[in-house]
């Protein structure tokens, strides 16, 4: 049971530069989200979903887009990358029973 | 507003030096309260859930209690491994069928030996 994974584990990107992460769980989970973490910030929601072909926005969902094509994926793309995307990119998921998220490793992001 | 601050930001014990993490937050109709640790470079990993004043949980060295406004996350006896932050989260008030969560930023403890 590998739970919850990320790829890539880091990344450098130009400005401008397209990118998109993966999610992947194995537990069968409805529900998953995609955070962007920052010092002084902490955990804020890019965009999240309930299902399968099923997406919403978060707090935070300028400059992101995200698909959830099959359950156990959750996307997360970044069209033209900005500085200001520069984070630490981490998924969750849950099931709709409770609201305890199982987190992924996260993604380093650098935007140069 | 929904709101969940968490205090202090910092704190720096001695192993064995007993304290407390506070966790307060402003959303009505609490639909429970869940501590996270993260430990640096990592995601959170789920500790504890509490639903109702008055409930306690515990796990080692940690008790987490919760009031109707506030949660402790008391840590007695603490040893360097305990170094992390800590996060709390609550249900968005409008989270509906979402799961949606709302973060604190988090204790970051420092245990020294």
């Known amino acids: 049971n590998a739970g919850v994974t990320q790829t890539p584990k880091f990344r450098v990107l130009k400005t401008g530069q397209s990118m998109t992460l993966l999610c992947a769980q194995d537990m069968n989970h409805e529900y998953m989200y995609w955070y962007r973490q920052d010092p002084g910030m902490g955990l804020r929601l890019i965009h999240y979903s309930v299902g399968e072909g099923t997406t919403a926005k978060g707090e935070v969902p300028d400059g992101y887009n995200v698909s959830r094509l099959k359950k156990q994926n959750f996307l997360l793309g970044l069209e033209s990358a900005a500085p200001s995307q520069t984070s630490v990119y981490f998924c969750?998921?849950?099931?709709?029973?409770?609201?305890?998220?199982?987190f992924g490793p996260g993604t380093r992001l650098t935007v140069t | 507003e929904d709101q969940v601050t968490q205090s202090p930001e910092a704190l720096r014990l001695q192993e064995g030096e007993s304290s407390s993490l506070n966790c307060s937050y402003t959303?009505?109709?609490?639909?429970?309260l869940f501590w996270y640790r993260q430990d640096p470079g990592k995601g959170p990993e789920f500790l504890f859930t509490?639903?109702?004043a008055g409930e306690e949980k515990e796990k080692e060295r940690l008790k987490a209690t919760l009031t109707k406004k506030e949660s402790f996350l008391h840590i007695t006896a603490p040893k360097p491994e305990d170094s992390a932050t800590y996060l709390c989260?609550?249900?968005?008030?409008?989270?509906?069928?979402?799961?949606?969560?709302?973060f604190g930023q988090g204790t970051t403890l420092q245990v020294k030996p």
């Open positions: 969750a998921s849950n099931s709709p029973m409770d609201y305890e998220q199982y």
């Open positions: 989260a609550v249900p968005a008030r409008r989270s509906g069928n979402t799961g949606k969560l709302i």
């Open positions: 959303v009505s109709g609490l639909r429970g």
């Open positions: 509490l639903y109702s």
